[in-house]
């Protein structure tokens, strides 16, 4: 995504996506030249002025110059910078390898440089380190992990009388006594196309996920497809909820930045999003009170699976003009304190264990998940190029205005997926 998708994939996860994710932002930070001068390009709009600011405080005389921008326009931009030797010292890196600001993508260039000897890689847990490293070296500080669920308006909640659905059942009958009472349940911002991912990401992770651990497995030894396996099911589930009326009118002319609006106001019961998205809300409406929970997929609660991985990180530019104090702002998000003020103002979680981070009470399903073993990558990650979600992204839009259909889509994923990295 950008599991995004979720875009995120934060979206965040954060996608999403997936998986990334982020909401369009503009630039911001401090000027001034010389060595001491830090160029960031930074996809946390929701967060990162907290830590450039706390970064600028412990590190007297240097100052940062950032940017933040929309998953879809970050993406494009670095590639050309980087291409172009006009890339800052430090920019946002998704994990894995699905989309064209993913480590391996950036890696495999030499656009990126190598972290493996700096003091927080090897406490990486096994499961960040193969989404962070390329050939076994790493160069992705991935500084928090990110799920992607139902993110519910409590205050709304209250005042349509309703309760977050545990079943799929639940969640089709949830939504058309959200829609009686004229509050939708979900926002949808499908005009940004990594948000579309979203949701489908969201319950493949119990469809496909659920009877089979090994898929990607699968997937990657040429043993299953997208088209023949319950991808379709999800796909399906996708799109009844739209006909049941789980989102607001019009998705598709919605953005991620408008989809914040009415889940923060109230408009709509909740988002389906990356629990990124928790950060943002609370900036729109700070008396609110936003809760994750994961989407249901199936009839039985303890199938459900939420996708849960690294989330989107920082690398550092091969060819930095300030390679030392870009090691050093690295090491600072990935120190204690840094990833502590980072995944608090996300609403996520850190990626190395023992940070003294306690965690906030929104995401309380989303940790007891983590811990047990109830979640899987965002999908993404582990597929061998980044057409592959591309495709999906562009064709996602395609459905939902009814100009293609699952069946062409899950085809055109596969002949990417097969023609490889």
Known sequence: MKTRKLPVLIAALTAGAVLAACSGGTTAGSGGGGSKTLTLASVDQGSIADVVKAFEKANPGVKVRYTTSGADQYQQQIRTQLSSGTAPDVMSVWPGNGNPAATYVLAKPGYLRDLSDQPWAAKLPDAMKSVAQYKGKTYNAVFGQNGIGAVYNQQAMAKAGLTPPDTWTKLLAFCRAAKAKRTPAFALGNQDNWVTQLVQYALVATTVYGPDRDFDKKMQAGQATFAKSP???????????????????????????????????????????????????????????????????????????????????????????????????????????????????????????????????????????????????????????????????????????????????????????????
């Not at 996708?238 to 989102?247: A, D, I, K, V």
């Not at 923060?264 to 009170?289: D, E, F, H, R, S």
């Not at 811990?371 to 562009?394: E, G, H, I």
Request: glycine share 10%; proline share 6%.
């Open 231 to 421: 991808w379709t099911t999800a796909l399906d589930k996708y799109r009844t909820m739209e006909r049941t009326g789980c989102f607001q009118k019009n998705p598709l002319g919605t953005n991620y930045e408008a989809s914040q609006g009415l889940a923060a106001t109230g408009k709509t019961l909740g988002i389906v999003q990356g629990n990124w998205v928790i950060a943002l809300l609370k900036g729109k409406n700070p008396k609110g009170t936003f809760t994750f929970k994961a989407l249901p997929a199936t009839d039985e609660p303890s199938e459900t699976l939420i996708p849960a991985a690294a989330g989107a990180g920082y690398g550092v530019n091969a060819k930095a003009k300030n390679k030392d104090l870009a090691l050093k702002f690295v090491n600072f998000v990935m120190s204690p304190e840094g990833m502590n003020l980072f995944v608090k103002k996300q609403g996520g979680l850190p990626s190395l264990p023992d940070t003294g981070f306690a965690v906030a009470p929104s995401l309380t399903e989303l940790s007891t998940f983590i811990k047990a073993d109830r979640t899987v990558p965002f999908m993404d990650q582990l597929w061998p190029n980044a057409k592959v979600q591309q495709t999906m992204l562009s064709g996602l839009q395609e459905i939902f205005s009814g100009q293609s259909t699952p069946d062409k889509l899950l085809k055109d994923m596969d002949a990417d997926y097969a023609a490889g990295s």
